[in-house]
């Protein structure tokens, strides 16, 4: 059962402080991923240790408060935080001290604004200690962008939005059985690291995930240091509370950079199908950019699962498109939507968000040939009953208000190897999706 945040911090994030952090190049957090290698030497930040050899590497429904009062009290923790030098050394010392409290009050007091008190975190800080964990994983995959662009005219800074499940920890571990992927792959305190390592790589503005088990621990506190503003909500009923030694509800979370943007509004919603609530659910928001003063409306969606369910999640995509209607006062304000749709291209929900009147499209269409067709997958995965290649997740966008200046290519066949995913090599069983995006100049386009 839940034992609360406490328990998989103190093994968890004991690992990235205890490992020594070592000097790395910085080019993993340039916004196009270039070849970077692992750290090779202990840093003076940390100390001299010894270290294994490395590889190169190629390149809110729900408040905080209300999930902290399901989850129950902070259940004290026999080990000891490490230090993980001057940039970071506070945060963690602050997480142990609070969260081997066993107030509830004083838990819940923490989650909610303890954390946007600590001192900013360096990316390259972050990075280093997530690499000195990865020293013995094999070389981080290459992905590259593909530009877009028809021309250069906008002269503001790109939108850069990262779509990713991310494979709760309970499911991976305990429910999911990916029959071709090592147990020793799926051990989170090295996994979150591989997570993390892909979001600091892309550097991305606005960061959708599902399947978060690990807000509160992992994502709240590190993101919260990194610039982002967090939001979270649960599933009611997540599958990952019937899995033994969880670490709460999954469900979907989302980031925004607070230099970048400015909250206007938030809604947490609880899909519903035929009038009934669901166990799905969606987080949007109103967004002003800093830069242009421009709102759009950012959301992200994680609809129900398996074959036999599609009328399901198409009733489940009719009340989200309708939620976002209202929001975005009938398309006057551009949208984002970014999720795990569960769902072909070839089933009734797809069909909905193509021809909704908020005037959709999909992003990743735009890396085919004829600009028609979806991706050929983005999730693989090995079961019991067979190998899974699908393609479920997509990042929709108003095409009358926004432009697509590039998308990131997906791993090839070649790259996700025999075993497909998870592996040691990628975190997840559905690969991130990531796309820059520009608001339209052209005031004729918009609706």
Known sequence: MYQSPARSLSSALSTLCCVPCTATSSSLLLRSPVPVKRALSPPALLGSSSA????????????????CAALGPGVASSQTVCSMGNSTSRLYSALAKTLNSSAGPQHREYLEQDSEQLDPIDPKDLLQECQAVLQKRPPRLQRDFVDMRADSTSTHRPIRVM????????????KDNFIQCPVEALKWE??????????LAYQPDILCLQEVDHYFDTFQPLLSRLGYQCAFFPKPWSPCLDVEHNNGPDGCALFFLKDRFTLINTVNIRLTAMKLKTNQVAIAQTLRCNETGKLFC?????????????????AQGCDLLQNLKNITQGAEIPLIICGDFNAEP?????K????????????????????????????????PAGECRHTLDYIWYSQHALNVNSALSLLTEEQIGPNRLPSFNYPSDHL?????????QDPDRLL
């Not at 294994?52 to 429904?61: D, E, I, K, L, S």
């Not at 070839?346 to 797809?350: A, F, G, K, L, M």
């Not at 021809?355 to 079961?383: F, H, V």
């Open 52 to 67: 294994a050899p490395r590889r190169a590497c190629c390149h809110q429904g729900a408040s905080a408060a209300q999930c």
């Open 163 to 174: 779509q990713w499940n991310i494979l709760a920890q309970a499911l991976g571990e305990g």
């Open 190 to 199: 090295e996994r979150k690291c591989l997570i993390l390592e892909e979001i």
């Open 298 to 314: 950012i959301a992200v969606t994680h609809l129900k699962a398996r074959t036999g369910w599609e009328r399901f999640r198409s």
């Open 346 to 350: 070839t089933e009734e929900v797809y």
């Open 352 to 383: 909905e968000f193509s021809n909704s009147s908020l005037n959709l499209n999909s992003a990743y269409k735009l890396l085919s040939a004829d600009g028609q067709s979806e991706p050929p997958y983005t999730t693989w995965k090995i079961r």
């Open 432 to 440: 991130s999706l990531v796309c820059d995006f520009s608001f339209n």
